[in-house]
T-cell receptor
Framework: KAGVTQTPRYLIKTRGQQVTLSCSPI?????VSWYQQTPGQGLQFLFE???????NKGNFPGRFSGRQFSNSRSEMNVSTLELGDSALYLC???????????????FGEGSRLTVL | AQSVTQLDSHVSVSEGTPVLLRCNYS??????LFWYVQHPNKGLQLLLK??????LVKGINGFEAEFKKSETSFHLTKPSAHMSDAAEYFC??????????FGAGTILRVKS
């Protein structure tokens, strides 16, 4: 069974640009969550989608957005990039909505974004 | 609000010796707790989970953790460290909505 696939794995952008990251969950998983990982702030929850609906949202500005498609694939977008957006963005999928219910998230290897 | 505190940012052990990674949690209700591991340049992998069943939880690769409500702790242990255990470990609590709250992480170094 294929794992969670994130693309691109690495990318470099400049301030003010926007970026779109993609996540393909494990087949059959309907929930996709996004996390931002930085050395200073650690792992922070961005949002969760289940059956194309946003179920949970973290404390990030509106520049961060996401969506989920009918095949459960998800994208997240960051507009007007800032230097502080440089991070590893991790996507995780699970069978049900919320890690509490299923007890397990399956993570991809992440997309490493560098903003210059 | 739920939170976890990992008491050590770095732990160093010799190969073959026991591992102890400490985690305290704060929760206003009976929590779901997890330990995840992240190897360099990799995503996170679930080691074990506690969801109000047995207080001693066994995970993969010989790791286990004990839920102690009186001490609000969920420490991760392994009897004998292996070089491949070198990684960053995260203690995690889930809120009622299923959002995971991660600890700051503990980097485990295993010396040969």
């Amino acid at each position: 069974k294929a794992g969670v696939t994130q693309t691109p794995r690495y990318l470099i952008k400049t301030r003010g640009q926007q970026v779109t990251l993609s996540c393909s969950p494990i087949s059959g998983h309907r929930s996709v969550s996004w996390y931002q990982q930085t050395p200073g702030q650690g792992l922070q929850f961005l949002f969760e989608y289940f059956s194309e609906t946003q179920r949970n949202k973290g404390n990030f500005p509106g520049r961060f957005s996401g969506r989920q498609f009918s095949n459960s694939r998800s994208e997240m977008n960051v507009s007007t990039l800032e230097l502080g957006d440089s991070a590893l963005y991790l996507c995780a999928s699970s069978l049900g909505s919320g890690g509490r219910q299923t007890g397990e998230l399956f993570f991809g290897e992440g997309s490493r974004l560098t903003v210059l | 609000a739920q939170s976890v505190t990992q008491l050590d940012s770095h732990v160093s052990v010799s190969e073959g010796t026991p591992v102890l990674l400490r985690c305290n949690y704060s929760s206003s209700y009976s929590p779901s707790l997890f330990w995840y591991v992240q190897h360099p340049n990799k995503g996170l992998q679930l080691l074990l989970k506690y969801t109000s069943a047995a207080t001693l939880v066994k995970g993969i690769n010989g790791f286990e953790a004990e839920f102690k409500k009186s001490e609000t702790s969920f420490h991760l242990t392994k009897p004998s460290a292996h070089m491949s255990d070198a990684a960053e470990y995260f203690c995690v609590v889930s809120d009622l909505l299923g959002k995971l709250v991660f600890g700051a992480g503990t980097i485990l170094r295993v010396k040969s």
